[in-house]
């Protein structure tokens, strides 16, 4: 007899015996128990974990000889065909090279007549989502209203694929991955019966690298069952499958704690020239440092979410304590970026090198670089308050400004700050592109000017609702819309056109009206209260002499005012 596959010798035959979906199997009995027998179902799931085999077993449970049964008897002549693929009331298609319409037109011709032996005639359709849009419309009245002696059974990997007026036929059960232990377990039990010799840390590797699949890891193990005679290891399936051993990803982890990018190297040298893939790598590194940070947050309470055994959770748990969580995460994020530009670029080694640099020295990589010949005033980025001793000569507010200054500013407004005495004009306009906004004019409160007035607030205008934009940029937009109107015993009167009313409703809201207060009072050093009105023959204020002078070199206007910090 030729040699039989590990995942069809040991293939289930009844619902007790299929793995890791007793959700699906104890509805499927009690279906069958209370006769209660839908002409159409659907088993969704991922592939290899027993939809096809379901769909055969409760076939076989309506046929046999005594069924409906929940349990076939796996003699009769109908379960012996069935078990064979040969029944004739039994017809299994496949809709990957089944999927016209005139294949559908033949089973519509077909289902009228009676099966030659069983109680149904009953067909089961893989892959249905493969599908034609014009075969699933020539479905749809067969499957609505079939014959009673007619069942479908379709089976997809892909449900959304599948139309709605199809779903709506059928009763849907979704099968799910199977765990890692149950897996385990299942391989555990054949191995014995195949006489494997086979050790647990490779049942393990196994079940992981299947990704929740039966028939994948039988499929792995049946490729191993040749070095059964010597015993089957984990390092023979890291070897087969080029997965990367658990030690190789703790060495390298180990290195990347201690902030040692060259012996992090070192460790990469080796596992690269034991052939193993850098994407896969990439992924292992992922996922490792995805079980660092389960355990990092909840210790061995969350143990049972990573698919280990004991005794690497416990090494999981010890190298935990050299990371913080913030470092863990920090990893992920580049580990993820690292696998998003490996698959742009030619080198996958080169980008994984990059990410170990980035880990170790990381304070290196993004340290600022230094600034040759810098002017004093740049370490203080905040101006320093000016001294309460009245100077003896007070600057005129705005010398030394040019048009072409107005063009180089990026903080939608004008600097009218004296210039220093003994500071040179040119050396000023570099550094203003990288210091604090500073006010327009001297405030109050300040040695330089005693006294506030309405003329006063609004020069400084600009500099008041940039201050605002640091707290909230909405309300600096509205307040940029209004001007200043009255200032009297403390209470600024705003005014805004009659087409701003949304924005004055905004700003008289209470908490709002608190804030822009509070910023004012501090900018202004002088309690501030605030009003706003509407004005039907609003003007706009009129702009300083600078921005006058650009407006009308360059035929322009001013359309809105934006906040550049």
Not at 195 to 210: E, G, N, P, R, S
Not at 432 to 442: G, L, N, Y
């Given at each position: 007899?030729?040699y039989?596959?590990?995942?069809?010798?040991?293939?289930?035959?009844?619902?007790?015996?299929?793995?890791?979906q007793?959700h699906?199997?104890?509805?499927?009995k009690?279906?069958?128990?209370?006769?209660?027998?839908?002409?159409?179902?659907?088993?969704?799931?991922?592939r290899?974990?027993?939809?096809?085999?379901?769909?055969r077993?409760?076939?076989?449970?309506?046929?046999?000889?005594?069924?409906?049964?929940?349990k076939?008897?796996?003699?009769?002549?109908a379960?012996?065909?069935?078990?064979?693929?040969?029944?004739f009331?039994?017809?299994?298609?496949?809709?990957?090279s089944?999927?016209?319409?005139?294949?559908?037109?033949?089973?519509?011709?077909?289902v009228?007549?009676?099966?030659?032996?069983?109680?149904?005639?009953?067909?089961?359709?893989?892959?249905?989502?493969m599908?034609?849009?014009?075969?699933?419309?020539?479905?749809?009245?067969?499957?609505?209203?079939p014959?009673?002696?007619?069942?479908?059974?379709?089976?997809?990997?892909?449900?959304?694929?599948?139309?709605?007026?199809?779903?709506?036929?059928?009763?849907?059960?979704d099968?799910?991955?199977?765990?890692?232990?149950?897996?385990?377990?299942?391989?555990?039990?054949?191995?014995?019966?195949e006489?494997?010799?086979?050790?647990?840390?490779?049942?393990?590797?196994?079940?992981?690298?299947?990704q929740?699949?039966?028939?994948?890891?039988?499929?792995?193990?049946?490729?191993?069952?040749?070095?059964s005679d010597?015993?089957?290891?984990?390092a023979?399936?890291?070897?087969?499958?080029?997965?990367?051993?658990?030690?190789?990803?703790?060495?390298?982890?180990?290195?990347?704690?201690?902030?040692?990018?060259?012996l992090a190297?070192?460790?990469?040298?080796r596992?690269?020239d034991?052939?193993?893939?850098?994407?896969?790598?990439?992924?292992?590194?992922?996922?490792?440092?995805?079980?660092?940070?389960?355990?990092?947050?909840?210790?061995?309470?969350?143990?049972?979410?990573?698919?280990?055994?004991?005794?690497?959770?416990?090494?999981?748990?010890?190298?935990?304590?050299?990371?913080?969580?913030?470092?863990i995460?920090k990893?992920?994020?580049?580990?993820?970026?690292?696998?998003?530009?490996?698959g742009?670029t030619?080198?996958?080694?080169?980008?994984?090198?990059?990410?170990?640099?980035?880990?170790?020295?990381?304070?290196e990589?993004?340290?600022?670089?230094?600034?040759?010949?810098?002017?004093?005033?740049?370490?203080?980025?905040?101006?320093?308050p000016?001294?309460?001793?009245?100077?003896?000569a007070?600057?005129?507010?705005?010398?030394?400004?040019?048009t072409?200054?107005?063009l180089?500013?990026?903080?939608?407004?004008?600097?009218?700050?004296?210039?220093?005495?003994?500071?040179?004009g040119e050396?000023?306009?570099?550094?203003?592109?990288?210091?604090?906004?500073?006010?327009?004019?001297?405030?109050?409160?300040s040695?330089?000017?005693?006294?506030?007035d309405?003329?006063?607030?609004?020069?400084?205008?600009?500099?008041?609702?940039?201050?605002?934009?640091?707290?909230?940029?909405?309300?600096?937009?509205?307040?940029?819309?209004?001007?200043?109107?009255?200032?009297?015993?403390?209470?600024?009167?705003?005014?805004?056109?009659?087409k701003?009313?949304?924005?004055?409703?905004?700003?008289?809201?209470?908490?709002?009206?608190?804030?822009?207060a509070?910023?004012?009072?501090?900018?202004?050093?002088?309690?501030?209260?605030?009003?706003?009105?509407?004005i039907?023959?609003?003007k706009?204020?009129?702009?300083e002499?600078?921005?006058?002078?650009?407006?009308?070199?360059?035929?322009?206007?001013?359309?809105?005012?934006?906040?550049?910090?």
């Open positions: 007899m030729s039989l596959v590990l995942a069809r010798k040991h293939r289930p035959q009844t619902f007790d015996e299929v793995t890791g007793e699906i199997t104890e509805l499927l009690k279906i069958i128990q209370s006769s209660r027998i839908h002409h159409a179902y659907l088993f969704c799931g991922p290899g974990i027993g939809k096809t085999s379901c769909a077993i409760l076939a076989k449970s309506l046929n046999c000889e005594k069924g409906p049964t929940l076939p008897c796996g003699e009769c002549v379960c012996q065909e069935i078990t064979r693929g040969s029944s009331d039994v017809l299994e298609i496949d809709g990957a089944n999927r016209g319409i005139d294949e559908i037109r033949t089973l519509r011709e077909n009228k007549f009676a099966p030659s032996a069983g109680k149904y005639k009953i067909y089961i359709v893989d892959e249905v989502h599908l034609t849009t014009e075969a699933f419309n020539a479905l749809l009245k067969t499957l609505e209203e014959p009673a002696h007619v069942k479908f059974i379709f089976a997809t990997t892909s449900p959304q694929k599948v139309p709605a007026t199809i779903i709506s036929r059928c009763q849907r059960f099968f799910k991955r199977i765990s890692v232990d149950t897996i385990v377990a299942t391989m555990a039990q054949i191995s014995k019966k006489k494997l010799k086979i050790d647990q840390d490779a049942l393990y590797t196994i079940a992981k690298a299947a929740g699949s039966l028939r994948d890891a039988l499929s792995i193990l049946d490729q191993l069952s040749a070095l010597e015993g089957i290891v984990a023979d399936v890291f070897s087969m499958l080029g997965m990367v051993e658990t030690q190789f990803l703790f060495d390298l982890t180990g290195a990347l704690a201690q902030k040692n990018c060259s190297l070192e460790v990469l040298e596992i690269i034991q052939g193993k893939d850098i994407k896969q790598l990439n992924k292992d590194l992922i996922e490792h440092f995805r079980n660092l940070m389960i355990v990092k947050i909840g210790g061995k309470a969350l143990g049972k979410l990573i698919d280990y055994p004991a005794a690497v959770k416990d090494m999981y748990l010890s190298q935990c304590a050299q990371f913080t969580l913030k470092d995460l990893a992920i994020d580049i580990l993820i970026e690292t696998q998003e530009i490996a742009i030619e080198s996958a080694r080169m980008s994984l090198e990059v990410a170990f640099a980035k880990l170790t020295y990381i304070g990589v993004f340290a600022a670089p230094p600034v040759a010949a810098a002017p004093a005033r740049l370490a203080q980025p905040q101006p320093q000016v001294p309460k001793k009245q100077p003896e007070k600057p005129v507010p705005g010398a030394g400004f040019t072409a200054n107005v180089k500013s990026e903080k939608g407004h004008i600097d009218l700050t004296p210039v220093a005495e003994g500071s040179s050396d000023d306009d570099n550094v203003e592109e990288i210091e604090e906004i500073r006010e327009d004019v001297p405030l109050p409160g040695a330089v000017q005693e006294t506030l309405l003329s006063q607030i609004k020069r400084c205008w600009d500099t008041l609702t940039f201050a605002v934009s640091r707290e909230r940029m909405s309300l600096a937009t509205y307040l940029q819309e209004g001007t200043p109107l009255e200032f009297k015993d403390g209470c600024l009167t705003v005014g805004f056109p009659p701003c009313a949304f924005q004055k409703e905004a700003l008289e809201d209470q908490s709002t009206k608190q804030l822009v509070k910023v004012f009072s501090a900018k202004l050093e002088t309690p501030v209260s605030l009003r706003y009105e509407l039907g023959d609003f706009p204020r009129e702009e002499g600078i921005i006058k002078e650009a407006l009308d070199t360059f035929k322009g206007k001013v359309v809105s005012r934006w906040h550049k910090e």
